[in-house]
């Protein structure tokens, strides 16, 4: 887990590019940039939003939906951009899009081995292999011994497990639950925020103890 510093550095380094002139930004990339200037949860934020609006479950959202679940999430675009969005995403023109593959498309560019890297930390978690992570995945892998609020007794190992899982989730989601797609939503922020390969990777391997 990467806070703080990291989640304001680049709230500051999106929020400078978004005040500048974006005339010649693909909207897309400007709604990228929306998203990070909310922290590195930012993405998969949105993600969430949309996934509580698709209540017949079959992850394609249409062009009404869509434009409530921007808004929903206090993401403020003109109609146009808006339009030109969905219409980059609805490449069939059958007028939706399928919110998986445009998550994937919305997070920042990842080489390789900085995917590679995220998806060790996931399946180390995941101990179960059941492709989440839960409390008891983290249970004898996260270990809270060192967490202060544990230190001076304010938390119990179950509620510094559960704090873990909710940075997350969005605020009116807790579910506990942290699916790879959301683990990699979350981490395409944090990369955005480091610009060298080696140092990220570094990062990862310390916060996850990766051999």
């Keep these: ?89 609805d490449k069939d023109g059958s007028g939706t899009i399928d919110f998986d593959e445009f998550l994937i498309s919305l997070r920042p560019p990842m080489s390789k081995a900085r995917k590679s890297v995220i998806n060790l930390a996931f399946n180390k978690l995941d101990k179960t292999g059941d492709g989440q992570i839960t409390v008891e995945d983290l249970k004898g892998v996260y270990n809270v011994k060192h967490h202060p609020k544990y230190i001076n007794g304010e938390w119990t190992e179950e509620q510094c497990f559960r704090k873990f899982l909710d940075s997350f989730d969005s605020p009116d989601d807790k579910d506990g639950v942290i699916t790879l797609d959301e683990f990699l939503n979350y981490y395409s922020g944090v990369s955005a925020s480091i610009d060298n390969d080696a140092y990220f990777d570094l990062m990862m391997r310390n916060a996850y103890k990766l051999k």
């Excluded at 998203?35 to 993600?47: D, H, Q, T, V």
């Excluded at 959202?61 to 409530?68: G, I, S």
């Design 1 to 89: 887990m990467f806070t703080g510093r990291k989640n304001e550095e680049l709230r500051r380094k999106t929020t400078k590019i978004l005040k500048g002139n974006t005339k010649d930004i693909h909207p897309v990339e400007i709604l990228r940039l929306k998203c990070l200037s909310r922290g590195c949860g930012g993405i998969m934020g949105l993600g969430r939003v949309f996934r509580i609006m698709d209540d017949d479950g079959n992850r394609k959202l249409d062009f009404a939906e869509f434009k409530k679940g921007l808004r929903e999430y206090g993401l403020i675009l003109e109609p146009k951009e808006v339009k030109s969005i969905f219409d980059a995403f």
